[in-house]
């Protein structure tokens, strides 16, 4: 199998550092950190544990230091811990000026921070971005929101060359924008025609043009120039609310999504608008009330979900991606990188669309793609093809789950959402090699460097690694 193929940071962080969601890359691996030990659990090869304020982001590394967030009360907190020791050595905190609606999945404090390796990133949904020097000397904030989100906005800023990305997918006047990360000064915003979505961006450097931010989106996943938020490329057949992450392995992007009613066999052709206002829109007000509408074409969950202004009625922007969310299809998607408009029918490479993730990312290693589903199912695919390598059951563990997986050596750890953590064998045929029950709800996706797992629980951050 030829190694694995990555774009490359444009600042320089130690190997040690684990600077966004997923680390580097946001790929989920660390090809240079040691081995974790093969037996751990609350009491068992834990180099110290800390209790936290309860949040579900997950934890990054830079410069010896841990940076999450929490939230308490109306108090939006930012944390930085000792690597070594667990010691929290500073705290900020912000008074939030609203309450954002969410889902109860969802958490105030679930965006993860990220860092350019000189200075801290924080996003809350109930405030907006804010800037800490490494030390927690306050830099810059800039206030944004409120949102119109079903579920609220999750989706983690990232950093790329002096530039802060942050996606804000909502139901109406969603965004993409960029934040110079010296001054805190929007540098391009760019609108976003979709609905509710909460995947984070990917940053992509290919070897010639310019630097990348891929988006997925409502029904598509979108390219934007880094530095002008010009539009480069695209391509459609996603669901309607993407909630994993992109990974790029080689030349080859990597996402998957799912939403449900959108399984194959699932789709409901709809008529457009002006059929269905014609036929259904009794006082001819151009809106179409739940009572107009006849029982084929009812939403089959809340009418919160498509009346995405909140008026109480459907207008035709409504009623146009309640169609589309009808017929679309779930799927694991593999984008050849590269071309320009619309790349769904040259660089698509293949799709799968059985057993596919709610919100974990993909994991690419050594072409092969781990996929994990609520439930407690894991697929794997051969990278280059999609064709199935092995499917089972995470037997011991048949839980949902939340957090992706991340690989260390030749294992791959993914964390159940009431607690357990699997680790599997990293190969096309994987095995359960071990299951430690940490008896507490995990959510963040853990974070790893030089022989250590940082893992955060719904109260405790353990830091995992061999005693000796």
Known sequence: MRPLLLPLLALTLPAADW???????????????????A????TQNILWKTTLPEGKSSPILVAGRIFLTAAQGDDLLTLCLEQ???????????RAPQREAQHSL??????????????LYVFFADYGLLSYS???????QLPLGPFNSQHGIV???????????????????????????????VAWKVPREVINGYATPLIYRPAQGPVQVIAPGSYQLTAYALHTGKTLWFARGLTCQPKSAPVIAGDTLYFNGWTPGNDPGQQVDLPPFTEVAAAADANHDGKLAQSELPPPWQPTGSWRAVDLDRDGYMNEREWT?????????????????????????THVRWRYEKSLPDVPAPLVLNDVVFLVRS?????????????????????????????????????????????????????GNWEILAIHDFDSDIYATPAVSEGRMYLRTKTTLYAIGARN
């Open 19 to 37: 600077p966004q969601l997923r680390g580097p890359h946001g790929a989920g691996l660390c090809p240079t950190c040691s081995p974790l030990p």
């Open 84 to 94: 070594s020791t667990g010691k929290e050595l500073w705290r900020r905190s912000i």
């Open 155 to 185: 989706a983690s800023p990232v950093y790329a060359d002096g530039k802060l990305i942050l996606v804000a997918d909502q139901d109406t006047d969603a965004f993409i924008l960029a934040v110079n990360t010296a001054t805190g000064k």
């Open 106 to 119: 969802n958490h105030r404090a679930a965006p993860t921070p990220t860092t350019d390796g000189q200075n």
């Open 134 to 140: 490494l030390d927690g000397q306050p830099r810059w």
């Open 375 to 427: 439930g407690g199912i894991a697929t794997t695919l051969h990278a280059k093809t999609g064709q199935v390598i092995k499917q089972g059951r995470l037997t011991g563990a048949l839980e949902d789950y939340y957090s992706s997986p991340i690989a260390v050596g030749n294992k791959i750890y993914i964390a159940s959402e009431h607690g357990k953590v699997v680790v599997l064998s990293a190969a």
């Open 39 to 42: 037996e751990f659990s609350p």
């Open 321 to 345: 991606f309640f169609r589309t969310r009808r017929a679309a299809r779930n799927g694991a998607m593999a984008i050849q990188l590269g071309g320009s408009g619309d790349v769904t029918a």
